[in-house]
C-alpha cells in the first residue's frame, strides 16, 4: 500500500504564508521588531495503520503538554493546543520570526472498529503519539440445533 500525503489546502496555506513573509519583509526591510501574531496553525500529522492499531503522530515542537488536549466524541479525535510566544530575553530584537503561535484545532474521524477505552496518548520530544487499538474482531460462533 502507497502512503500518501493528504491536505488538500497545505499548499495554499504555504502559499498564503510566503507572501505574507514576502510583502512583511518588504515593508520592514531586515529588521523584525514586531513580536509573532499569534494566528491559527496546523501542526504537521502522519497517520498509519497496523494490524492491531492506527497511530497518529503530531509534530509539535516546543510546546508543553498542558497547552494541549485530547478530546474523542462521536468516532471524532480531536486534537487542540495553543503554542505561546515567550520573549526569553529582553535585550534581543528578533529580526526574523518564522515559527507558528497560537491555537490550532485538528480533528479525525475514527472507524467504529477502534476500541475507544484502550485509546493511549504519549508526548516525547515535541512529538504527539496516540494510539487507537483496533477491537478484536468477533469470532464466529456455531450455534448447536437442539434435537
Not at 505574507?20 to 531586515?30: E, I, Q, S, T, Y
Amino acid at each position: 500500500m502507497a502512503v500518501v500525503r493528504w491536505d488538500p489546502f497545505r499548499d495554499l496555506s504555504m502559499l498564503q504564508d510566503r507572501m505574507n513573509r514576502l510583502f512583511d519583509d518588504a515593508g520592514r526591510g531586515w529588521r523584525n521588531e514586531e513580536p509573532a501574531a499569534t494566528t491559527s496553525w496546523s501542526p504537521a500529522v502522519d497517520i498509519f495503520e497496523t494490524e492491531g492499531e492506527i497511530v497518529v503522530k503530531a509534530e509539535l515542537p516546543g510546546m508543553d503538554r498542558k497547552d494541549l488536549t485530547l478530546n474523542l466524541e462521536k468516532n471524532v479525535l480531536t486534537l487542540r493546543g495553543e503554542r505561546r510566544f515567550e520573549k526569553e530575553t529582553k535585550e534581543e530584537n528578533y529580526h526574523r520570526i518564522e515559527r507558528s503561535y497560537g491555537t490550532f484545532s485538528r480533528a479525525f474521524s475514527i472507524p467504529a472498529t477502534v476500541d475507544e477505552e484502550k485509546i493511549r496518548a504519549d508526548y516525547k520530544d515535541g512529538v504527539l503519539k496516540i494510539v487507537l487499538p483496533k477491537k478484536e474482531q468477533a469470532k464466529p460462533k456455531q450455534i448447536r440445533i437442539a434435537e
